[in-house]
């Protein structure tokens, strides 16, 4: 069955496109390469085979996407393309509103023209805003801060009210806590452009040279170290997530779609994150303790008993396991990029 996957080239789209081609699907894959490169398409196709089609394009563009629909028989879509940068959607709010919401409306009106009624979405547990108790399960109410979690409210509320107007239309919603990790070979994982926002590439980074310290945000929070807890996610089983949620979207979905977190259920702090990527790949990772940063809260972890339950799917990768790979991924990344003179 060909599955349409936006965004396939990006951090998880490129893992989840493994676990598709090994389990017989055929990704058609949709990319503009504004937040990634082609070169993560090749490695995917080094690593699992396949051949599929990969158009450069925009999901926005009605032409482009009716177009895709028209020459392959997509049989359900992951949609994975969207900004991300929370101080950019600050900074720049339109953009993120008509990129993130442009794209889901576009998709959803030419699926529907398509007769095409399946879609896993890529959310946030940033939806969770700042009032809820942890773990977070999915029927606690939703709120945001900024603009690009606003865009993942949005987009939920907009999936459901398409799937309230239109039976056949029955897309499954998936909140991410904090992906992490790389694949085991080494070959793929996450490559922000910049100076990255996230935790896990910060550490990588200071950990190969490239930046000098790691600033903690905060060690004032109310955890056991002082320092913000989250549920940190190997992305491979991110990956495993969305397989799961697309068969159980072809096969037993019911109308008006569902949500389900993906998260390991357990919390990890900044420090123990540090220490732990210290310990496993012997690399010191210098830190100063800075302020706390706008909008962060002081833990987030999933209720992840629904995944479990209903799609049959579970994290089985650890913090360790996280670590270890990110850093086989960091560093012949810096291998490649010193072998091609790329200027970082
Ligand atoms: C962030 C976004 C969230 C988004 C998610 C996934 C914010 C406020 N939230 O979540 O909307 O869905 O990424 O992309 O940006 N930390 C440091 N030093 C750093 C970076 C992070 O101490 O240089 C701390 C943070 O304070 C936090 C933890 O590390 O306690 C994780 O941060 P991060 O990786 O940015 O993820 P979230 O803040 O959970």
Redesign the pocket.
């Known amino acids: 069955m060909k599955i349409l996957v936006t965004g396939g080239a990006g951090y998880i789209g490129s893992h989840t496109l493994i676990e598709l081609l090994e389990a017989g699907y055929e990704p058609v894959v949709i990319d503009d390469y504004s937040n990634s490169e082609p070169s993560s398409l090749e490695r995917v196709r080094e690593i699992a085979g396949g051949i599929w089609e990969i158009i450069e394009g925009d999901v926005c563009d009605y032409d482009t996407v009716k177009d895709i629909f028209d020459r392959h028989e997509v049989g359900a879509v992951i949609h994975f393309a969207g900004f ?1 940068a ?2 950019e959607s600050v900074e720049k709010p339109l953009m993120y509103y008509r990129n993130n919401l442009g794209a889901t409306m576009n998709l959803i009106r030419v699926m529907n023209e398509a007769g095409v009624g399946r879609m896993i979405f890529s959310s ?3 939806v969770y805003g700042m009032n809820n108790q942890v773990p977070f399960d999915e029927t606690m109410p939703v709120s945001c801060t ?1 603009p ?2 606003r865009t ?1 409210l949005m987009s939920e509320q907009i999936l459901k009210d398409a799937a309230a107007a239109d039976g056949n239309f029955r897309p499954v919603i998936l909140r ?1 806590f ?2 992490a990790g790389a694949h085991t070979s080494g070959l793929i994982g996450e490559n922000p452009r910049g100076i ?5 590439p ?1 550490i990588q980074q200071v950990a190969s040279g490239r930046r000098e310290k ?5 060690n004032d929070y109310d955890t056991p170290d002082g ?4 549920d940190y996610i190997h992305v491979v089983d991110l990956a495993k997530g969305h397989l799961k949620a697309l068969e159980w979207s072809l096969e037993s979905c019911g109308e008006g779609g569902e949500v389900f977190n993906l998260g390991t259920g357990r919390g990890t702090s ?1 420090l123990q994150l540090l220490t732990a990527f210290e310990r496993v790949n012997e690399v010191p990772v210098p830190y100063v303790i ?1 302020s ?2 706008a ?2 809260i002081a833990t ?1 972890y999933a209720d992840a008993s629904k995944a479990e339950k209903v799609l049959g799917w579970k994290a089985e990768k650890n913090i360790e396991d996280m670590c270890r790979d990110a850093w086989r991924w960091e560093t012949n990344k810096a291998r490649w990029e010193t072998n091609r003179g790329v200027q970082r």
Do not use: E, I
Request: aromatic letters at 12%; a positive charge; hydrophobic letters at 25%.
């Open positions: 991300k929370v101080g946030s547990a940033t900024n690009y979690g993942k991410y904090n992906p990255p926002n996230n935790l896990m910060y790691l600033t903690v945000y905060g320092t913000g807890v989250r900044v800075g706390r940063r909008g962060d987030c």
